[in-house]
């Protein structure tokens, strides 16, 4: 009997280690499948980010030469009313003359403001399709779980 004790215990110990080391397996396929898709969605974000960061900065170089062109126009418009100013034979002049300005600086303003508009846009919009084909690539691409 006392053997038949000791072939019990000596049976459970094995199934005991036998079922701790599959559960460590299994444990360590979940650990590796957790950490690939981190890794899958790490690197997602990374391109994503570069994407949003380049857009940024075309924006910005689109906006910067709006703002450059605009200055070149109101400086034009600038002149051109001091020389009409300068040109002036009748005082009566005056008020069609600043009304002519005020117009092509309206002009000017609201094209700018415009263009602005529609390259904060275009800009919101590509970083938005970006975000979005990326989260749909990590899914599509990302292992099942065990």
Same mark, same amino acid.
């Given at each position: 009997?006392? %053997? ?13 280690? $036998?079922?701790?080391? $599959? ?8 650990? +590796?499948? =957790? ?14 980010? %570069?994407?949003?960061?380049? !857009?940024?900065?075309?924006? !910005? &170089?689109?906006? %910067? +030469? ?16 001091? $020389? ?7 005082? $009566? ?5 600043? &009304?002519?300005?005020? &117009? %092509? ?8 403001? @415009? ?9 919101? &919009?590509?970083?938005? @399709? ?10 599509? =691409?990302?292992? +099942?779980? !065990?």
């Amino acid at each position: 009997m006392v %053997r038949s004790a000791a072939d019990f215990a000596e049976r459970n110990t094995e199934r005991a280690v $036998h079922a701790a080391d $599959h559960g460590m397996s299994w444990l360590r396929e979940i650990a +590796e499948q =957790n950490l690939n898709q981190s890794k899958a969605a790490t690197e997602s974000w990374l391109i994503v980010t %570069r994407k949003i960061v380049e !857009a940024f900065d075309q924006q !910005a &170089s689109t906006i %910067r +030469e709006q703002s450059m062109v605009a200055a070149e126009e109101t400086l034009s418009n600038t002149f051109d009313f001091l $020389h009409k100013l300068s040109r002036m034979k009748d005082p $009566h002049e005056l008020a069609q003359v600043q &009304s002519e300005f005020v &117009s %092509r600086q309206a002009q000017v303003l609201g094209d700018q403001t @415009k263009q602005f508009g529609q390259t904060i846009m275009k800009g919101a &919009s590509d970083v938005t @399709k970006t975000t979005l084909d990326r989260t749909k690539d990590t899914v599509r =691409n990302r292992p +099942e779980a !065990a």
